[in-house]
């Protein structure tokens, strides 16, 4: 019975930590910096996240949709969650990739950190779209999605109505 047990802890043990040892030590590569619209503008928004085929699709259509308004956008990795001023911007876009039952370490620190929530949109990417913190529930607006492009305009669309909502 003990050696019964002891295989079921290591199996255990191992299964946890070869779904989290990617995220540690190869994380996806952040997105580039980048600047859409007037700095000047009222509304200003700061988008943090790593690259992938879905993510960069989905920025490219928030850039699209925010192109008509009195809008800025930064575009910034998420390395970048321990240095920008989010205090000149009326909202923080994060969007974060779901490893091993949790947010990636760069985005849960800054969460764990953040005071001022109600300016967090999160959007998860996760295996069957449906993950979300439960830590933050309520405190910040979230998203859940799987990676498929499909889901972009549905997405986009959630993301401008909260915008839209706290102008």
Avoid at 22 to 39: A, I, L, R, S, T
Avoid at 73 to 91: A, C, P, V
Avoid at 107 to 113: G, S, T
């Amino acid at each position: 019975m003990n050696k019964i047990f002891i295989v079921l802890v290591m199996l255990s043990i191992s299964f946890f930590m070869n779904c989290a040892i990617p995220q540690k030590y190869w994380p996806q590569q952040d997105v580039g910096v980048e600047q859409v619209g007037n700095q000047t503008a009222r509304n200003k928004i700061l988008l943090f996240s790593s690259q992938s085929d879905f993510k960069d699709g989905l920025i490219n259509e928030i850039k699209s949709s925010i192109e008509e308004g009195d809008y800025f956008l930064k575009i910034t990795g998420l390395e970048s969650l321990k240095t920008e001023n989010t205090e000149d911007y009326d909202k923080v876009i994060i969007i974060a990739t779901c490893l091993s039952w949790g947010l990636e370490y760069s985005v849960q620190e800054f969460l764990d950190n953040y005071d001022n929530m109600d300016k967090v949109i999160l959007i998860t990417t996760s295996g069957d779209g449906n993950w979300k913190p439960n830590k933050y529930e309520r405190k910040i607006d979230a998203i859940a999605t799987a990676s498929k492009k499909v889901r972009i305009p549905k997405i986009v669309y959630e993301v401008r109505q909260i915008i839209e909502e706290t102008k």
